[in-house]
Each structure stands twice: as C-alpha cells, then as structure tokens.
C-alpha cells in the first residue's frame, strides 16, 4: 500500500463563498506573504530549489478516507511541489474538525501524494485570496492544522512525510504527533535566508523537541537535513524506505486505535497542559515578532533580489 485508495475519497475544491485559511490561523503567515507581494513578487527560494508555482497552478484538493477507527488525510498538489494554498489548508482544517467531532474516530494519519511532502507555502495563491475579499476565514468548523490558534484538537495524528519538506511544509510535520518519514526526506527551515522567520511553530516546537543548539543550528542557517539526522534530533520516530511511510503511519495509528481512547485523549491533554502557559506566552510573542519583522527593509531585499536573480543583501533594518 503506497496510497490509500479512493473509498470515502472527496476533494475539497473550494470556491470564494468557502475559502477560509485553516492551517495558518488567522493571517499570521498570509499577512506577510501579501506584505512581501505588495513590494514585488515572492520570496527567494533556497538554493537548488524549484520556483514558486504562482497563481497558474491548479488548486490543491484534500482526499480523506476512513478505516474503521482511523482518519486517512491526504493532500496532493504534484504540480506545485505539494505547495499549502487555501483548498488544501481548508481541507486539512475540515478533517482534522471531524476527526475531533466523530467519536468513531481515535487517531489521523497526514500524508502527501507525490514526490514531496510540502515545499513550504504558495505565496501568491495566499496573496490572491486575501486580495479578493475571501479572507480572513469566518467558518466556525475548522481545527488549525498547524496548532496556532484554538480551538486544539484532542486527539493523536500520525504524519508520514517524504521528499522535500520544508518552510511551513516542516511546521506543518512538527504539529502532528508521531512523525514517520522515508529515507529521501528533506527538511529546512529557511526563512531567515528570505528576510523572515518561521511563523507557524517552528521556533516553539522544533527548540523544545531536538533541544535549543540543535533546532539553531538548521534554523539559523537554513541549511538541509535528511531524514537520519532527523531521526536523531528526535522529530522523527521511524524511518523508512521510500514508498513504505505511510504503511508504517497507519500500523502505528492502528496500535493507537485499538488503545483506550480516554486513556490516550488523556495522555494528550495532560501533555499538552504541562506545555499549556509556555506556548500560549510563545505563540503570542511570534506574532508580534512576525508584524515588526514584515515591516523591515530586509523583506523588501529579499522581493527585490528575486527579481534582480541575485542573491539578498540583508542590512538588518
């Protein structure tokens, strides 16, 4: 099994009527993605990597299955590297909603169809949408797939990852639970190389769980890692071979559906209260951080050598 197949299958193909952002709260990371379009086009992206795909690129649709106790959630945008646009984040943000809502259900599994996970975020379909009066989102069912902003959800996801995964693609990994990915994954956390910082939990998350020096070293830099060193930071479990990791996310999600689901709703909560106060007081401070930062010289130098086909010189102001 490298796919789950098309029983119970629907995609969220999603028209201005229903647009809402779901993964990234309200306007965090839209906000700065249409501070930056506003001066030219979107950011650089890091070395060797494909450009952006723009607005011509088909929307991204959201596929959910369910087997027995298990939620299957996958994404697929092959066109645009699996790249976030609003219909996927509304998709993943429907799911995770009926997840938490069906008591029928104990446990997801995330996944992605294609080459890549997520190579991070489709800037000017953001753009477009917020542009086109369609945003903020107003819906009231919708779990934010990234855990920025209530409500949480209240039980376990699983996230099978492969190929490239990276910017909020990487964030968006970091919010799941346990993490499989396969031996050709690729993460990076590059916006400091773009004029930015990571804005949708990498700097709470990625610091807490592979430790401060660690999370740094990748997040100061935006250099690459593979799926070993991953694995021995701590945000990976398991690593498989390529086309084997969402088989492994689903056998451990069925070990989670068959355990007692006020035992492992529980161990949830009481997990995430130890962590409650310390990441409300973050996640308050990186949007704060965010706002002053979009304001700054260096995001208009990071649009511009874009276009100039350069690399930024940033000045710190």
């Known amino acids: 099994m490298n796919e789950p197949h098309s029983t119970g299958r629907y995609p969220f193909y999603i028209g201005r009527r229903d647009l809402v952002v779901a993964g990234l709260g309200a306007a965090t990371l839209i906000a700065g993605a249409s501070a930056v379009l506003a001066q030219t086009q979107t950011p650089p992206a890091p070395a060797g990597a494909a450009p952006p795909p723009g607005n011509s690129a088909a929307p991204g649709k959201v596929n959910v299955e369910r087997r027995g106790a298990v939620l299957l959630i996958g994404f697929e945008r092959p066109q645009a590297q699996n790249r976030l646009d609003a219909p996927i984040l509304i998709g993943l943000g429907k799911a995770l909603y009926q997840l938490d809502h ?79 990915a396969a031996s050709d994954a690729v993460f990076n956390q590059a916006e400091v190389t773009r004029g930015l910082f ?47 990791q969402l088989d492994r996310a689903v056998e451990l999600a069925n070990k989670v559906a068959v355990a007692a689901p006020l035992g492992v ?32 010289e260096d995001v208009k130098e990071a649009a511009r050598a874009t276009q100039e086909h350069r690399a930024p010189v940033f000045r710190g102001i």
């Open 102 to 180: 069906d008591d029928g259900l104990r446990v997801a599994v995330l996944y992605a169809n294609g080459p890549d996970f997520c190579m991070g975020l489709d800037v000017q379909a953001f753009a477009a949408a917020q542009a086109a009066g369609i945003l903020p989102p107003k819906d009231p069912d919708f779990i934010n797939a990234l855990g920025l902003t209530p409500p949480f959800r209240t039980k376990p996801v699983v996230v099978a990852a492969q190929g490239g995964t990276k910017t909020v693609g990487h964030e968006l990994f970091l919010a799941a639970d346990i993490r499989v």
């Open 265 to 296: 709703r529980a161990t949830l909560a009481s997990s995430r209260q130890a962590l409650a106060a310390e990441e409300a007081t973050a996640l308050a401070a990186l949007q704060r951080q965010r706002n002053a930062i979009l304001r700054s």
């Open 198 to 244: 990571p804005a949708g939990g990498a700097t709470i998350r990625f610091s807490r769980e592979a430790g401060w020096g660690n999370a740094m070293r990748y997040m100061l830099t935006g250099d690459e890692w593979g799926a070993d060193e991953a694995h021995r930071l701590g945000i990976v479990q398991e690593v498989t071979p390529p086309g084997k």
